[in-house]
């Protein structure tokens, strides 16, 4: 059995913010979601929270186990208020909250690695041509390995390029045992968890690969470097599975979304969340599309789309704003400032221009004329529209909700529509014109005596 303690007490001074470091989002989530989620591939998992621990609270899991260090007195002073958590006859684990791209498959390893050696401690390593900053490794002649803080290190041990990455597996009985042998007496005047690996006979170290896994985010720059190093993957990865990718340096897309095959992706578009999008579509430029569900051979031209579902051939933008609840079905035409809420628009139907449909239902081969508007809030309550197939809506017309319109009608233009319209019917309502035949011109004479009397 495996048990995983995640320390994520630090305050994170660098990042400059009234909110724990840990919680910044990094891809769209919280850089300690990311750790409690690959921790929870292994066993259960406890996390060391300090400052303003109640915030960090909010984001984890209720079967996270929760331990507070009021003082940050170092990262083996923080094992220690979990002390509880450790279970002699379990490994333990040590991840870090601020380290988020940790990967299953890197731990699998380290793990292995632990067990098979029937270790005491098992390091996460790496090489880095610029070590400043991390704990050094020193492997004694005795097997016996030391880690040295750079600020202990002298001139030599700062010269050794492997260094610490903070991950570790324990051996339950021996860290639990060795906590207590820990003193303060460096440099930092911190208890080093570092210093538990010095009292190990049985202890070795594996490299990691790839040196994104183990950064640590301690200030936005660093954060938002790590982010585009991860997004630069993503795209990559999706181009090698047959996305169009015009510009990878300015198209955000998180991890979570799927696009198919000989879809294009045009400049300065972000795909958040839980989004698929099918093949041989068009999407963007300048369009944000999150948790929604696009099928095959969509465009999406300069728009806004959330919580949305767009069935095959659809076309929508440029500048159409998609929300919560939206469902177009194939062939609809969704054109530019038009808004959609909480509506399904139905095979074949048309809104081209200037309108906002809210908690309406319409049928097939609709046309919705330019400046249409459906009235679905009286300041209290929402209502709802029909519009039944093969319907017209003249532009400028407003639909006062709760409304009918039945199938093959005919809504002149500009009309304030407030009683149901039954099937194949013409319904007119505004004021009916009137025409003063030369009104102008006697106007205008009727001006020029005046002045002509001056
Ligand atoms: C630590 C290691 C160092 C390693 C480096 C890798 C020690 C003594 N040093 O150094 O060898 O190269 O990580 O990044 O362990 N934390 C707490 N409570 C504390 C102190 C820290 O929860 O009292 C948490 C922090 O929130 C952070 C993590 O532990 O997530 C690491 O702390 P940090 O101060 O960044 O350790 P380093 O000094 O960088
Ligand atoms: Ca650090």
Redesign the pocket.
């Known amino acids: 059995m495996l048990k995983i303690l995640i320390?994520?007490?630090?305050l994170g001074k660098r990042m400059k913010s009234k909110y724990p470091k840990v919680v910044h989002k990094i891809l769209g989530k919280p850089m300690i979601s990311w750790v409690v989620e690959t921790a929870k591939n292994f066993g259960k998992v406890g996390v060391?929270l300090?400052y303003k621990a109640e915030i960090v609270q909010n984001f984890l899991p209720d079967d996270v186990d929760i331990f507070i260090?009021n003082e940050?007195?170092?990262?083996?002073?923080?094992v220690m208020c979990a002390k509880n958590f450790i279970d002699e006859n379990d490994d333990l684990l040590i991840l870090?909250?601020?380290?988020p791209f940790i990967s299953k498959n890197t731990l699998e390893k380290l793990i292995d690695e632990h067990k098979n050696k029937n270790n005491e401690v098992t390091i996460l390593t790496a090489i880095l041509e610029n070590p400043s900053?991390?704990?050094r490794i020193l492997k004694e002649k005795n097997g016996k390995i030391r880690?040295v803080?750079e600020k202990d290190a002298d001139e030599n041990i700062r010269k050794i390029k492997e260094?610490?990455?903070?991950i570790y597996v324990f051996n339950g009985n021996f860290i639990k045992k060795n906590l207590d042998n820990l003193n303060n007496k460096n440099a930092q005047g911190?208890y080093?968890?570092?210093d538990v690996i010095s009292f190990a006979n049985k202890v070795s170290t594996i490299m990691v690969d790839d040196f994104i896994e183990v950064t640590?985010i301690?200030d936005r720059v660093q954060l938002a470097k790590v982010e585009k190093e991860i997004r630069k993957r993503i795209n990559t990865k999706l181009m090698y599975e047959g996305v169009r990718i015009i510009d990878p340096d300015s198209t955000f897309i998180d991890p979570s979304v799927v696009i198919g095959k000989d879809t294009v992706i045009y400049p300065f578009t972000i795909i958040e969340g839980n989004t698929i999008i099918g093949e041989d579509c068009e999407i963007g430029p300048m369009t944000h599309i999150k948790d929604s569900k696009i099928g095959n051979n969509v465009k999406v031209i300069r728009s806004e789309v959330e919580k949305a579902y767009i069935d095959d051939d659809v076309s929508v933008g440029p500048f159409s704003r998609l929300r919560e609840g939206t469902h177009l079905k194939t062939k609809v035409k969704i054109g530019n400032f038009v808004e959609v809420k909480k509506t399904t628009v139905g095979e074949n139907s048309k809104a081209q221009h200037l309108t906002y449909l809210g908690d309406a239902t319409i049928g097939k081969n609709v046309n919705v004329g330019a400046g249409t508007i459906t009235c679905n809030y009286d300041g209290k309550n929402k209502h709802p529209t029909f519009i039944d197939d093969n319907s017209f809506i003249g532009s400028n017309s407003s639909l006062v909700a709760p409304i009918k319109i039945g199938k093959n009608s005919l809504i002149g233009a500009g009309s304030v529509i407030t009683e149901d319209v039954p099937d194949d019917s013409l319904a007119l309502g505004r004021a009916r014109q009137i025409i003063k035949e030369n009104w102008v011109k006697i106007k205008r004479e009727e001006s020029k005596n005046a002045n002509n009397k001056k």
């Open positions: 320390l994520a007490a630090g060391i300090g260090q940050q007195l170092g990262t083996g002073h923080a870090y909250g601020d380290v900053g991390y704990g880690i803080e260094i610490n990455t903070g911190e080093y968890l570092t640590g301690n």
